[in-house]
């Protein structure tokens, strides 16, 4: 997923000001300040046209000067960008830009840990929909800047059939079946056996979802599957194991911790008064 050009900033800007700056409206409104972001620990940086997007918003005078490329990984300590402008909008949308900057870092940066575990296996590891609300499109774009890949990005691209549809529908064969007549989105199925893997293929969905597989079933599903269908893993896979998961010869791994456990990089924002 591609950033956007210009990301619409305008919901965060206003759950946090609201009717207006309080604290801001003490500084004159002829004052310049000039400010630098830095991280305090290793991260992969993501999140740039958000980040301006909300001093741009606040001010078009507003200006950033990025020292740090997007997807880039730095250090501890790196200097990411620079910003200068009236200091009322580099007040104001401090907070706001941190957020988005330092969830949106924390997200790419996860992404590159579990790319770089599964290097060279031919295996790729996609997101899920367990986003932090208001962010998902944002998220799935970080997830590909750390150098993963997309699922669906919502119930409306895509059909992925769990054991409650299943049930609902009468039998796997019968929801692949219905899903085939009611759209053309690629189609998904979810099984937790391989007795249910054999009616999965005989069904032939786009791919196949294997939740919760030891290593050996895994290694049988491949066997049996024979590269006629994609297969993916999910369930209690986590850096410590997804490299032994993905040699197995699944297709994926869903990962729902690329978005959901992620924990804010930690950034700071200083900010001086401009000089003369």
């Known amino acids: 997923m591609t950033s956007p050009t210009t990301p619409d900033i305008r919901p965060f800007l206003e759950e946090d000001i609201g009717s207006g700056d309080l604290t801001a409206a003490i500084v004159p409104s002829t004052v310049t300040a000039e400010a630098e972001v830095v991280t305090r620990e290793p991260m992969v940086v993501c999140g740039q046209a958000w980040f301006g997007a909300v001093f741009k918003e606040l001010d078009p005078a507003a200006r950033i000067d990025w020292l740090r490329a997007e997807g880039e990984a730095v250090k501890a ?18 907070r706001t830009a941190l957020n988005l900057l330092q969830t949106l870092s924390a ?56 054991e409650n549809h299943i049930t609902a529908a009468g039998s796997i064969t019968g929801a692949v079946r219905l899903a085939r007549e009611l759209t053309t989105a690629p189609v998904e199925v979810e099984v937790e056996t391989l007795e249910q893997l054999r009616e999965a293929l005989a069904a032939v969905p ?28 999910s369930g209690n896979i986590g850096l410590d194991n997804i490299r032994t998961v993905a040699e197995t010869g699944v297709d994926y791994i869903s990962i729902g911790a690329l978005t959901k456990h992620v924990k804010a990089a930690d950034l700071s924002m200083r900010i001086k008064l401009a000089q003369g």
Do not use: W
Not at 77 to 94: D, H, I, K, N, Q
Not at 116 to 121: L, M, R
Not at 137 to 151: F, R, S
Not at 215 to 231: F, N, P, Q, S
């Open 206 to 233: 786009d791919r196949i979802m294997l939740d919760n597989f030891n290593l050996d079933d895994l290694r049988a599903a491949v066997r049996i599957t024979g590269g006629r269908v994609e297969l993916e893993a």
């Open 77 to 94: 300590g790196a200097v990411l960008c620079r910003l200068a402008g009236p200091a009322r909008a580099l007040l104001t949308g401090e």
């Open 107 to 162: 997200t790419a940066t996860a992404a590159s840990q579990y790319a770089e575990a599964v290097a060279g296996t031919g295996c790729k590891v996609l997101d899920t929909r367990k986003t932090i609300p208001g962010l998902r499109q944002a998220q799935k774009y970080a997830v590909t800047v750390g150098g993963c890949h997309n699922h669906r990005l919502g119930l409306y691209d895509g059909v992925l059939i769990k």
